[in-house]
């Protein structure tokens, strides 16, 4: 259904600010990230990128979420080809096979995975009528996320990977998951570690936990990312040295500058206060969404929103983490700040998405 004149006055403005807010940071900090870089043009083709996301956005926020809802098998399978294809056809960049090529830009296809699996999760959990899902539903459920999972570790992207894992959990928890099932995966997945650690990861997977367990190991190798970005956060102090003042970020020292560690660059530049900003921003964001889940009409409404929320959480407290040095580095970009149009635009899709169920809570 095309949106009607009168959910014009049930959008959150107050979620679409933040939203705003949280962009226009990050066009901030990767312009001061990338000015004495290769490539200083990138800050326009973000701001190109925000532009198209909330176009996206709009777009999604005026059909009705059960309208898209009921295309979401299709939008699944899709997905699913598409990530089959690219391990058999998709050409290699940075050692994987996630990027479709598109010409003018390339699209990451993780987080199209990552919004398909939840709009299919959502659309199965509420047409389940139990108050707790028994190992039928557990098991159906896993398999309908097991199965992109299983082609984003291929490609190799544990990122994404967790990131679905996580959003299921979650969506699990809340549709009333029975306590012996969370026993049985938590012992499943403390004996499949093993397995995991010999024959999932891979050599570079590998350096990267044992560079978190201790950097100074291979300072210039593997712990190098780590190092430069905990003295770029621990040097920024209380206002920061200044923005395009940062030493870590102009002098090229802090590696990925603008897409994963940009949240290294606020905190150099603008110190203890631009990092409660981001998490102002975020909490601000995380408020209104869950506002919206509370205020749906309905259990696919609500399970929409828990999935892309959870999925935005897991990202941003993941990235904010790694940079810490208190988890090991995983290609994470921080949701709505880090460069890049893939993850943009389907985060503001997402967030398109908990608005819309938002302006139609009262419909009948």
């Known amino acids: 259904m095309i949106l009607d004149r009168r959910f014009w006055f049930g959008i959150d403005w107050l979620l679409v600010l933040g939203l705003a807010l949280a962009a226009g940071l990050g066009v901030a900090a990767i312009y001061s990230a990338t000015q004495g870089g290769p490539n200083p043009d990138y800050y326009r083709r973000q701001l190109l990128w ?3 996301g909330f176009a996206l956005m709009l777009l999604v926020m005026a059909i009705d979420y059960h309208s898209l809802s009921d295309h979401a098998e299709l939008f699944y399978l899709a997905v699913a080809g598409l990530l089959v294809y690219l391990l058999i056809f ?4 940075a050692g994987t096979n996630r990027w479709l090529e598109l010409g003018i830009f390339t699209l990451h296809s993780g987080e199209l995975a990552k919004l398909a699996s939840v709009a299919l999760l959502a659309k199965y959990l509420a047409a389940v009528r139990k108050n707790r899902l028994g190992t039928a539903e557990v098991a159906i459920t896993g398999a309908l996320v097991g199965i992109p999972v299983l082609l984003v570790i291929l490609q190799p992207d544990l990122g994404t990977a967790a990131t679905l894992a996580f959003a299921y959990a979650v969506l699990c928890l809340l549709a009333g998951v029975r ?7 938590a012992v499943v997945f403390a004996l499949a570690l093993p397995f995991g650690w010999s024959f999932v990861l891979k050599d570079y997977q590998k350096e990267r936990v044992l560079a ?7 300072p210039r190798g593997a712990g190098y990312q780590s190092i430069q970005s905990t003295i770029a956060v621990g040097s920024g102090g209380l206002t920061g040295k200044g923005w395009l003042e940062g030493s ?15 949240f290294a660059v606020i905190g150099e530049e603008l110190g ?11 909490l601000m964001i995380t408020l209104r969404s869950l506002e ?4 749906a009409r309905d259990r696919l409404g609500i399970y929409l929103v828990a999935g892309i929320l959870a999925m935005f959480i897991f990202q941003a407290l993941y990235n904010m983490a790694m940079v810490g040095g208190l988890v090991p580095i995983k290609g994470f970009p921080l949701p709505l700040v880090s460069y890049g149009g893939s993850s943009m635009m389907t985060t503001l899709i997402g967030f398109g998405l908990i608005l819309n169920v938002r302006m139609r809570r009262f419909v009948n």
């Open 90 to 93: 998709g050409s290699l960049r």
């Open 272 to 282: 203890f206060v631009g990092v409660v900003a981001v998490l102002v921003l975020y």
């Open 248 to 262: 870590q970020s102009q002098l090229q020292f802090l590696p990925a500058p603008h897409t994963d560690f940009v």
């Open 179 to 185: 306590g012996r099932l969370i026993l049985v995966a």
């Open 292 to 295: 919206a889940a509370r205020r």
């Open 212 to 218: 978190f367990l201790d950097p100074n190991l291979d």
């Open 50 to 52: 925000i532009v198209l």
